[in-house]
Protein backbone atom coordinates (compact mmCIF):
# COMPACT_ATOMS: atom_id res chain seq x y z
CA UNK A 1 0.00 0.00 0.00
CA UNK A 2 1.44 2.88 -0.76
CA UNK A 3 1.66 5.67 2.10
CA UNK A 4 3.11 9.66 2.49
CA UNK A 5 4.89 11.34 5.17
CA UNK A 6 2.51 13.72 7.00
CA UNK A 7 5.22 15.39 9.27
CA UNK A 8 9.40 15.07 8.96
CA UNK A 9 10.65 11.68 10.71
CA UNK A 10 14.05 12.06 9.66
CA UNK A 11 16.10 15.07 8.33
CA UNK A 12 19.41 13.68 8.26
CA UNK A 13 20.87 14.30 5.42
CA UNK A 14 21.51 10.90 4.59
CA UNK A 15 17.74 10.19 4.34
CA UNK A 16 15.67 12.88 4.42
CA UNK A 17 12.58 11.50 5.16
CA UNK A 18 10.38 15.09 5.28
CA UNK A 19 6.49 15.34 5.20
CA UNK A 20 5.15 14.70 1.24
CA UNK A 21 7.70 11.24 0.96
CA UNK A 22 5.96 8.63 -0.69
CA UNK A 23 6.81 4.82 0.31
CA UNK A 24 5.32 1.48 0.66
CA UNK A 25 3.99 -0.53 3.71
CA UNK A 26 6.83 -3.44 4.15
CA UNK A 27 5.63 -4.77 7.57
CA UNK A 28 3.90 -3.67 10.73
CA UNK A 29 5.46 -4.70 14.09
CA UNK A 30 2.76 -5.71 16.51
CA UNK A 31 2.67 -5.22 20.11
CA UNK A 32 4.11 -7.81 22.35
CA UNK A 33 0.72 -8.04 23.98
CA UNK A 34 -1.30 -8.21 20.80
CA UNK A 35 -3.72 -11.32 20.54
CA UNK A 36 -3.04 -13.16 17.02
CA UNK A 37 -6.06 -13.55 15.01
CA UNK A 38 -7.60 -12.96 11.84
CA UNK A 39 -11.41 -12.57 10.11
CA UNK A 40 -11.69 -13.51 6.63
CA UNK A 41 -8.01 -13.69 6.20
CA UNK A 42 -7.68 -9.79 7.24
CA UNK A 43 -5.43 -9.49 10.78
CA UNK A 44 -7.23 -7.58 13.35
CA UNK A 45 -5.04 -5.51 15.97
CA UNK A 46 -6.91 -4.32 19.06
CA UNK A 47 -3.95 -2.58 20.58
CA UNK A 48 -1.87 0.19 18.43
CA UNK A 49 1.41 -0.93 16.75
CA UNK A 50 4.36 -0.42 17.95
CA UNK A 51 6.00 0.65 14.57
CA UNK A 52 5.20 0.75 10.81
CA UNK A 53 7.45 -0.34 8.59
CA UNK A 54 7.78 1.46 5.69
CA UNK A 55 10.06 1.01 2.62
CA UNK A 56 11.69 4.02 0.36
CA UNK A 57 12.49 3.13 -3.31
CA UNK A 58 16.14 4.22 -4.34
CA UNK A 59 17.31 4.59 -0.70
CA UNK A 60 20.47 2.27 -0.16
CA UNK A 61 20.35 3.76 3.92
CA UNK A 62 19.67 0.95 6.50
CA UNK A 63 18.55 1.43 9.68
CA UNK A 64 19.73 -2.09 12.01
CA UNK A 65 19.57 -5.31 10.46
CA UNK A 66 16.37 -4.16 8.47
CA UNK A 67 16.43 -4.64 4.71
CA UNK A 68 18.23 -1.58 2.62
CA UNK A 69 15.12 1.50 2.73
CA UNK A 70 13.26 0.43 5.39
CA UNK A 71 12.53 2.53 8.52
CA UNK A 72 10.34 2.21 11.14
CA UNK A 73 7.89 4.71 11.04
CA UNK A 74 7.09 5.20 15.03
CA UNK A 75 3.61 6.36 16.83
CA UNK A 76 4.19 10.35 17.33
CA UNK A 77 1.95 12.53 19.65
CA UNK A 78 0.42 15.91 18.89
CA UNK A 79 -1.57 18.12 20.15
CA UNK A 80 -2.69 21.88 19.22
CA UNK A 81 -4.98 24.62 20.82
CA UNK A 82 -8.44 25.31 19.67
CA UNK A 83 -8.14 28.83 21.35
CA UNK A 84 -4.56 29.87 20.84
CA UNK A 85 -5.87 33.41 19.29
CA UNK A 86 -5.93 34.36 22.75
CA UNK A 87 -3.84 35.01 25.55
CA UNK A 88 -3.58 32.28 27.72
CA UNK A 89 -5.23 29.19 25.56
CA UNK A 90 -6.58 26.37 27.47
CA UNK A 91 -8.39 24.24 24.58
CA UNK A 92 -5.79 21.62 24.53
CA UNK A 93 -6.40 18.57 22.03
CA UNK A 94 -3.81 15.99 21.73
CA UNK A 95 -3.76 12.92 19.05
CA UNK A 96 -1.59 10.31 18.94
CA UNK A 97 -0.88 8.77 15.75
CA UNK A 98 1.16 7.32 13.24
CA UNK A 99 2.24 10.04 10.88
CA UNK A 100 1.33 8.52 7.63
CA UNK A 101 -1.59 8.61 4.77
CA UNK A 102 -2.63 6.57 1.72
CA UNK A 103 -0.94 7.98 -0.87
CA UNK A 104 -3.03 6.45 -3.92
CA UNK A 105 -2.90 9.79 -5.37
CA UNK A 106 -1.36 13.56 -4.36
CA UNK A 107 -1.98 17.13 -5.92
CA UNK A 108 0.40 19.05 -7.73
CA UNK A 109 1.10 20.74 -5.07
CA UNK A 110 2.17 18.17 -2.57
CA UNK A 111 4.17 16.69 -5.63
CA UNK A 112 6.24 20.06 -6.44
CA UNK A 113 10.10 18.97 -6.40
CA UNK A 114 9.77 15.15 -6.26
CA UNK A 115 10.58 12.58 -9.13
CA UNK A 116 8.49 9.92 -9.64
CA UNK A 117 9.05 6.64 -12.10
CA UNK A 118 5.99 7.22 -13.44
CA UNK A 119 2.53 9.03 -13.07
CA UNK A 120 -1.19 10.00 -14.20
CA UNK A 121 -2.30 13.04 -14.65
CA UNK A 122 -5.59 14.66 -14.81
CA UNK A 123 -5.57 18.05 -16.99
CA UNK A 124 -9.75 18.70 -16.22
CA UNK A 125 -8.61 21.50 -14.11
CA UNK A 126 -11.09 23.38 -11.67
CA UNK A 127 -11.96 27.18 -13.00
CA UNK A 128 -9.99 29.08 -9.86
CA UNK A 129 -6.86 26.53 -10.58
CA UNK A 130 -3.76 27.38 -12.39
CA UNK A 131 -2.43 26.48 -15.28
CA UNK A 132 0.91 26.24 -13.78
CA UNK A 133 -0.35 23.53 -11.54
CA UNK A 134 -0.60 21.41 -14.41
CA UNK A 135 3.00 22.11 -15.80
CA UNK A 136 3.97 21.09 -12.25
CA UNK A 137 2.30 17.90 -12.30
CA UNK A 138 3.42 16.94 -16.08
CA UNK A 139 7.15 17.76 -15.44
CA UNK A 140 7.10 15.26 -12.34
CA UNK A 141 8.77 12.20 -14.78
CA UNK A 142 11.74 12.15 -16.82
CA UNK A 143 10.37 10.98 -19.96
CA UNK A 144 6.82 11.18 -21.48
CA UNK A 145 6.81 7.11 -21.95
CA UNK A 146 6.55 7.63 -18.17
CA UNK A 147 3.23 9.46 -18.26
CA UNK A 148 -0.40 9.07 -19.08
CA UNK A 149 -2.97 11.64 -19.65
CA UNK A 150 -6.44 10.48 -17.40
CA UNK A 151 -9.21 12.14 -19.17
CA UNK A 152 -9.45 14.34 -22.35
CA UNK A 153 -9.38 17.91 -21.07
CA UNK A 154 -10.77 21.45 -22.57
CA UNK A 155 -8.57 23.32 -24.60
CA UNK A 156 -9.44 26.76 -23.11
CA UNK A 157 -8.37 26.06 -19.96
CA UNK A 158 -4.75 26.59 -21.00
CA UNK A 159 -5.80 29.42 -23.45
CA UNK A 160 -7.54 31.87 -20.69
CA UNK A 161 -4.02 33.47 -19.88
CA UNK A 162 -2.67 34.34 -16.33
CA UNK A 163 -4.83 34.46 -13.18
CA UNK A 164 -5.60 38.00 -12.14
CA UNK A 165 -4.16 37.49 -8.95
CA UNK A 166 -1.06 36.10 -9.25
CA UNK A 167 -0.16 38.56 -12.52
CA UNK A 168 -1.07 41.57 -9.95
CA UNK A 169 1.09 40.63 -7.17
CA UNK A 170 3.84 40.35 -9.74
CA UNK A 171 3.02 43.76 -11.00
CA UNK A 172 3.64 44.79 -7.22
CA UNK A 173 6.46 43.16 -6.59
CA UNK A 174 8.26 44.62 -9.93
CA UNK A 175 7.10 47.71 -9.20
CA UNK A 176 4.71 48.07 -12.08
CA UNK A 177 2.03 51.29 -11.62
CA UNK A 178 -1.25 49.77 -10.83
CA UNK A 179 -4.90 51.02 -11.65
CA UNK A 180 -6.41 50.00 -7.97
CA UNK A 181 -9.44 51.93 -8.75
CA UNK A 182 -10.28 50.25 -12.12
CA UNK A 183 -10.00 47.11 -10.53
CA UNK A 184 -11.49 48.04 -7.31
CA UNK A 185 -14.73 49.08 -9.96
CA UNK A 186 -15.01 45.81 -11.72
CA UNK A 187 -14.45 43.60 -8.35
CA UNK A 188 -16.85 45.32 -5.51
CA UNK A 189 -19.09 48.14 -7.87
CA UNK A 190 -20.40 50.71 -5.05
CA UNK A 191 -22.24 53.59 -5.12
CA UNK A 192 -22.68 56.99 -3.27
CA UNK A 193 -26.29 56.93 -1.46
CA UNK A 194 -28.36 59.80 -1.55
CA UNK A 195 -30.06 59.70 1.47
CA UNK A 196 -26.74 58.81 4.36
CA UNK A 197 -24.14 59.80 1.54
CA UNK A 198 -22.09 56.76 2.60
CA UNK A 199 -20.33 55.14 -0.26
CA UNK A 200 -21.91 51.37 -0.40
CA UNK A 201 -21.64 48.21 -2.43
CA UNK A 202 -24.23 47.12 -4.99
CA UNK A 203 -25.84 44.09 -2.76
CA UNK A 204 -27.15 47.16 -0.56
CA UNK A 205 -29.32 48.27 -3.33
CA UNK A 206 -32.42 47.25 -4.76
CA UNK A 207 -32.53 46.88 -8.72
CA UNK A 208 -34.38 49.48 -8.97
CA UNK A 209 -32.18 51.56 -7.09
CA UNK A 210 -29.46 50.60 -8.68
CA UNK A 211 -30.34 51.13 -12.16
CA UNK A 212 -31.45 54.94 -11.72
CA UNK A 213 -30.77 57.16 -14.76
CA UNK A 214 -30.90 60.21 -13.15
CA UNK A 215 -27.92 59.42 -10.39
CA UNK A 216 -29.91 59.48 -7.58
CA UNK A 217 -29.50 55.80 -5.79
CA UNK A 218 -31.11 54.98 -2.13
CA UNK A 219 -29.57 52.28 -0.18
CA UNK A 220 -32.16 49.77 1.41
CA UNK A 221 -31.35 50.77 4.59
CA UNK A 222 -32.72 54.35 3.76
CA UNK A 223 -35.93 53.04 1.73
CA UNK A 224 -36.76 51.00 4.78
CA UNK A 225 -36.35 53.87 6.82
CA UNK A 226 -38.83 55.85 4.74
CA UNK A 227 -41.30 53.05 4.90
CA UNK A 228 -41.50 53.16 8.56
CA UNK A 229 -41.81 56.86 8.78
CA UNK A 230 -44.72 56.52 7.04
CA UNK A 231 -42.97 58.32 3.54
CA UNK A 232 -42.54 55.39 1.32
CA UNK A 233 -42.60 56.51 -2.24
CA UNK A 234 -40.40 59.20 -3.62
CA UNK A 235 -41.48 61.91 -6.30
CA UNK A 236 -39.06 61.63 -9.47
CA UNK A 237 -40.13 65.26 -10.12
CA UNK A 238 -39.68 67.25 -6.99
CA UNK A 239 -37.47 63.70 -5.52
CA UNK A 240 -39.19 64.09 -1.95
CA UNK A 241 -40.72 61.12 -0.06
CA UNK A 242 -44.01 61.36 0.24
CA UNK A 243 -47.30 59.28 1.69
CA UNK A 244 -49.53 57.43 -0.49
CA UNK A 245 -52.12 60.13 -0.13
CA UNK A 246 -50.29 62.20 -2.37
CA UNK A 247 -50.11 60.49 -5.00
CA UNK A 248 -52.98 59.86 -7.85
CA UNK A 249 -54.20 56.19 -8.01
CA UNK A 250 -52.56 55.51 -11.55
CA UNK A 251 -49.12 56.78 -9.84
CA UNK A 252 -49.61 53.13 -7.35
CA UNK A 253 -49.27 50.94 -9.77
CA UNK A 254 -46.70 48.59 -9.12
CA UNK A 255 -45.46 48.41 -12.31
CA UNK A 256 -44.96 52.28 -12.15
CA UNK A 257 -41.38 52.84 -11.25
CA UNK A 258 -40.53 56.79 -11.59
CA UNK A 259 -44.05 57.98 -9.83
CA UNK A 260 -45.22 61.32 -9.94
CA UNK A 261 -46.68 63.10 -6.90
CA UNK A 262 -50.09 65.24 -7.89
CA UNK A 263 -48.23 68.75 -6.98
CA UNK A 264 -45.91 67.84 -9.55
CA UNK A 265 -48.31 66.32 -12.36
CA UNK A 266 -48.38 68.30 -15.06
CA UNK A 267 -51.47 70.02 -16.48
CA UNK A 268 -52.69 71.32 -19.63
CA UNK A 269 -55.82 73.48 -20.43
CA UNK A 270 -58.28 72.24 -22.64
CA UNK A 271 -58.89 74.32 -25.77
CA UNK A 272 -62.68 74.08 -25.31
CA UNK A 273 -63.97 74.36 -21.49
CA UNK A 274 -60.56 76.16 -20.49
CA UNK A 275 -60.25 74.05 -17.34
CA UNK A 276 -57.16 72.18 -16.46
CA UNK A 277 -56.65 68.70 -16.67
CA UNK A 278 -54.24 66.19 -15.91
CA UNK A 279 -53.34 63.86 -18.92
CA UNK A 280 -55.86 60.92 -17.60
CA UNK A 281 -58.81 63.41 -18.97
CA UNK A 282 -57.06 63.20 -22.42
CA UNK A 283 -56.30 61.00 -25.31
CA UNK A 284 -53.13 60.81 -26.47
CA UNK A 285 -53.53 62.69 -29.64
CA UNK A 286 -55.71 65.60 -28.17
CA UNK A 287 -52.75 65.70 -25.02
CA UNK A 288 -49.87 66.47 -27.31
CA UNK A 289 -51.85 69.20 -29.27
CA UNK A 290 -53.93 70.89 -25.72
CA UNK A 291 -52.35 74.08 -24.55
CA UNK A 292 -49.36 74.32 -21.91
CA UNK A 293 -49.78 76.08 -18.84
CA UNK A 294 -48.68 79.40 -18.89
CA UNK A 295 -49.03 79.86 -22.48
CA UNK A 296 -50.91 81.92 -24.68
CA UNK A 297 -51.48 79.52 -27.31
CA UNK A 298 -51.21 75.40 -27.90
CA UNK A 299 -50.39 73.61 -30.85
CA UNK A 300 -53.79 72.41 -31.96
CA UNK A 301 -54.49 72.62 -35.63
CA UNK A 302 -58.47 72.70 -35.56
CA UNK A 303 -61.22 73.95 -33.26
CA UNK A 304 -61.73 69.90 -31.69
CA UNK A 305 -58.12 69.29 -31.55
CA UNK A 306 -56.75 69.67 -28.00
CA UNK A 307 -59.79 69.00 -26.00
CA UNK A 308 -60.59 66.94 -23.04
CA UNK A 309 -62.19 63.91 -23.20
CA UNK A 310 -65.44 65.85 -21.33
CA UNK A 311 -65.66 68.29 -24.24
CA UNK A 312 -64.07 66.18 -27.27
CA UNK A 313 -66.97 65.04 -30.15
CA UNK A 314 -68.29 61.69 -30.13
CA UNK A 315 -70.03 60.16 -33.21
CA UNK A 316 -72.87 57.79 -32.37
CA UNK A 317 -73.01 54.31 -33.38
CA UNK A 318 -77.04 54.26 -33.86
CA UNK A 319 -77.97 58.49 -35.50
CA UNK A 320 -74.34 59.48 -36.56
CA UNK A 321 -74.46 62.92 -34.73
CA UNK A 322 -71.26 64.29 -33.13
CA UNK A 323 -71.91 64.96 -29.93
CA UNK A 324 -70.27 65.62 -26.49
CA UNK A 325 -68.80 63.09 -24.03
CA UNK A 326 -71.01 64.19 -21.57
CA UNK A 327 -74.16 62.67 -23.82
CA UNK A 328 -73.34 58.90 -24.10
CA UNK A 329 -73.59 58.55 -20.22
CA UNK A 330 -75.72 55.55 -20.37
CA UNK A 331 -73.09 53.99 -22.50
CA UNK A 332 -69.96 54.47 -20.45
CA UNK A 333 -71.92 52.80 -17.35
CA UNK A 334 -71.53 49.34 -18.80
CA UNK A 335 -67.63 49.49 -19.85
CA UNK A 336 -64.80 49.73 -17.30
CA UNK A 337 -62.53 51.83 -19.61
CA UNK A 338 -64.12 55.56 -20.69
CA UNK A 339 -62.28 55.71 -23.73
CA UNK A 340 -64.25 56.23 -26.76
CA UNK A 341 -65.13 53.00 -29.23
CA UNK A 342 -67.01 52.63 -32.62
CA UNK A 343 -69.73 51.29 -31.02
CA UNK A 344 -70.39 54.19 -28.82
CA UNK A 345 -74.21 54.91 -28.76
CA UNK A 346 -75.46 58.09 -27.39
CA UNK A 347 -78.26 58.39 -24.63
CA UNK A 348 -81.12 59.29 -27.36
CA UNK A 349 -79.98 56.08 -29.53
CA UNK A 350 -80.15 53.87 -26.10
CA UNK A 351 -82.95 51.80 -24.83
CA UNK A 352 -84.90 54.42 -22.11
CA UNK A 353 -86.69 53.88 -19.25
CA UNK A 354 -90.60 54.39 -18.55
CA UNK A 355 -89.79 57.58 -16.44
CA UNK A 356 -88.52 59.33 -19.98
CA UNK A 357 -85.15 59.86 -18.40
CA UNK A 358 -81.77 58.14 -18.55
CA UNK A 359 -82.02 53.98 -18.98
CA UNK A 360 -83.87 52.28 -16.14
CA UNK A 361 -81.58 50.02 -13.99
CA UNK A 362 -82.71 46.36 -12.69
CA UNK A 363 -80.58 44.33 -11.09
CA UNK A 364 -80.30 40.13 -11.08
CA UNK A 365 -81.49 38.15 -8.57
CA UNK A 366 -80.33 34.99 -9.41
CA UNK A 367 -79.70 32.84 -6.63
CA UNK A 368 -77.65 29.72 -6.06
CA UNK A 369 -78.62 26.40 -3.95
CA UNK A 370 -76.28 23.89 -3.17
CA UNK A 371 -75.77 20.63 -4.84
CA UNK A 372 -77.80 18.29 -2.36
CA UNK A 373 -81.30 20.23 -2.77
CA UNK A 374 -80.39 20.43 -6.72
CA UNK A 375 -80.47 16.67 -6.58
CA UNK A 376 -83.48 16.44 -4.76
CA UNK A 377 -85.38 19.24 -6.86
CA UNK A 378 -84.13 17.30 -9.84
CA UNK A 379 -85.98 13.71 -8.50
CA UNK A 380 -88.94 15.63 -7.42
CA UNK A 381 -90.10 18.14 -9.76
CA UNK A 382 -93.25 18.25 -8.28
CA UNK A 383 -91.86 19.56 -5.01
CA UNK A 384 -89.81 22.06 -6.78
CA UNK A 385 -91.92 23.23 -9.76
CA UNK A 386 -91.12 23.03 -13.26
CA UNK A 387 -90.54 27.02 -12.87
CA UNK A 388 -87.68 26.77 -10.43
CA UNK A 389 -84.54 28.68 -11.57
CA UNK A 390 -81.06 27.88 -10.92
CA UNK A 391 -78.30 30.38 -11.22
CA UNK A 392 -75.11 31.60 -10.52
CA UNK A 393 -75.15 34.94 -8.10
CA UNK A 394 -74.90 38.19 -9.57
CA UNK A 395 -76.78 40.81 -7.77
CA UNK A 396 -75.35 43.34 -10.48
CA UNK A 397 -77.50 46.51 -11.66
CA UNK A 398 -77.55 47.00 -14.94
CA UNK A 399 -79.53 48.70 -18.08
CA UNK A 400 -83.17 47.06 -18.71
CA UNK A 401 -82.64 46.35 -22.49
CA UNK A 402 -82.16 42.80 -24.43
CA UNK A 403 -78.68 42.88 -23.69
CA UNK A 404 -78.46 42.45 -20.13
CA UNK A 405 -81.79 41.39 -19.49
CA UNK A 406 -84.49 39.02 -21.17
CA UNK A 407 -87.83 37.45 -20.70
CA UNK A 408 -86.88 33.39 -19.35
CA UNK A 409 -89.78 31.51 -18.74
CA UNK A 410 -90.76 30.52 -15.90
CA UNK A 411 -89.26 33.50 -14.08
CA UNK A 412 -91.80 36.74 -12.74
CA UNK A 413 -91.04 39.98 -13.96
CA UNK A 414 -89.77 41.78 -11.21
CA UNK A 415 -87.35 38.66 -10.31
CA UNK A 416 -85.16 39.61 -12.86
CA UNK A 417 -82.18 37.10 -14.11
CA UNK A 418 -79.53 38.75 -16.52
CA UNK A 419 -78.64 36.81 -19.66
CA UNK A 420 -75.06 36.43 -18.21
CA UNK A 421 -76.52 34.36 -14.91
CA UNK A 422 -79.12 32.95 -17.16
CA UNK A 423 -76.92 31.79 -19.86
CA UNK A 424 -78.32 33.54 -22.45
CA UNK A 425 -75.61 35.80 -23.07
CA UNK A 426 -76.62 38.08 -26.01
CA UNK A 427 -74.72 39.04 -29.27
CA UNK A 428 -74.51 39.68 -32.58
CA UNK A 429 -74.47 36.51 -33.78
CA UNK A 430 -77.64 34.98 -31.26
CA UNK A 431 -79.42 38.12 -33.04
CA UNK A 432 -78.77 37.31 -36.46
CA UNK A 433 -78.82 33.65 -36.56
CA UNK A 434 -79.92 31.08 -34.14
CA UNK A 435 -77.07 28.80 -32.05
CA UNK A 436 -78.35 25.19 -32.74
CA UNK A 437 -75.70 22.38 -30.68
CA UNK A 438 -76.35 19.00 -31.30
CA UNK A 439 -78.07 16.69 -28.37
CA UNK A 440 -76.25 13.40 -26.74
CA UNK A 441 -79.39 11.56 -26.34
CA UNK A 442 -81.27 11.82 -29.44
CA UNK A 443 -78.91 12.73 -31.59
CA UNK A 444 -80.46 15.93 -33.11
CA UNK A 445 -79.78 19.31 -33.57
CA UNK A 446 -81.60 21.97 -32.47
CA UNK A 447 -81.58 25.24 -30.96
CA UNK A 448 -79.76 26.66 -27.71
CA UNK A 449 -82.90 27.02 -26.18
CA UNK A 450 -83.69 23.70 -26.18
CA UNK A 451 -81.03 22.93 -24.01
CA UNK A 452 -82.32 24.94 -20.26
CA UNK A 453 -82.73 22.31 -17.88
CA UNK A 454 -79.25 21.04 -19.32
CA UNK A 455 -77.36 24.76 -18.95
CA UNK A 456 -79.07 24.94 -15.22
CA UNK A 457 -76.38 21.88 -14.12
CA UNK A 458 -73.57 24.06 -15.39
CA UNK A 459 -71.47 26.90 -14.27
CA UNK A 460 -70.62 27.60 -17.59
CA UNK A 461 -73.06 27.76 -20.41
CA UNK A 462 -70.92 26.91 -23.27
CA UNK A 463 -71.61 23.67 -25.57
CA UNK A 464 -69.92 20.81 -24.47
CA UNK A 465 -70.32 16.78 -26.43
CA UNK A 466 -72.47 15.90 -23.48
CA UNK A 467 -75.39 18.61 -24.01
CA UNK A 468 -78.63 16.98 -23.80
CA UNK A 469 -81.88 18.88 -24.79
CA UNK A 470 -84.86 19.07 -22.38
CA UNK A 471 -86.59 15.90 -23.63
CA UNK A 472 -83.93 13.67 -23.09
CA UNK A 473 -83.79 15.42 -19.59
CA UNK A 474 -86.87 14.98 -18.97
CA UNK A 475 -87.19 11.03 -20.23
CA UNK A 476 -83.96 11.05 -17.85
CA UNK A 477 -85.30 12.40 -15.07
CA UNK A 478 -88.55 10.38 -15.15
CA UNK A 479 -86.53 6.96 -15.80
CA UNK A 480 -84.68 8.11 -12.41
CA UNK A 481 -87.77 8.66 -10.47
CA UNK A 482 -89.28 5.51 -11.61
CA UNK A 483 -86.10 3.49 -10.11
CA UNK A 484 -86.30 5.99 -6.73
CA UNK A 485 -89.57 4.66 -6.38
CA UNK A 486 -88.94 1.19 -6.67
CA UNK A 487 -86.19 1.56 -4.21
CA UNK A 488 -88.09 3.00 -1.81
CA UNK A 489 -90.80 0.28 -1.79
CA UNK A 490 -88.02 -2.10 -1.42
CA UNK A 491 -87.33 -0.26 1.92
Keep these: MPVALTDHVDRSKEKKLLRGRVGTVYGICFHPGQEAFAEDGVAIANKLPQAILVHF ?11 AGVYPVKVARSHWYLDKGRQYPCLRVSRLQFPLAPAFAVTAHAAQGQTLS ?31 IYRPFARHLFTRGDAEGPR ?5 LRGESIDWQAIEAAHMPHRVCSGCRLATYKDNFAASQWSR ?14 VQGGTPYECRQCFVWKAAVAFGESQLAPQRLAK ?32 RLHTKCGAASSANEGA ?6 WKCAGCGQLQTKLQFTSWLTQRNDKRFRPTARCDACTPQGSDGGSTSMKKCSARRISKSIFLILQFVPQIAGESTYVGQVCGKTKPNHNKNFASIEGVEE ?8 SGKRWTQQTRSKEVVWKCIGC ?14 QRKDQRFRPTARCDACVAQQTREKEVAWSQNLSNL
Aim: net charge positive; with cysteine.
Design 57 to 67: EGATWTVGALP
Design 118 to 148: AAIVDLQIAKGTSPLASYVALTRVRSREDLL
Design 168 to 172: LLLQH
Design 213 to 226: ADGRHYCTTCVRTR
Design 260 to 291: VCVDCVEHRVCVRCGESKAQDHFTDRHWKRAR
Design 308 to 313: CDACIG
Design 414 to 421: DDCVCNIC
Design 443 to 456: GQVKGKQQFALWLA
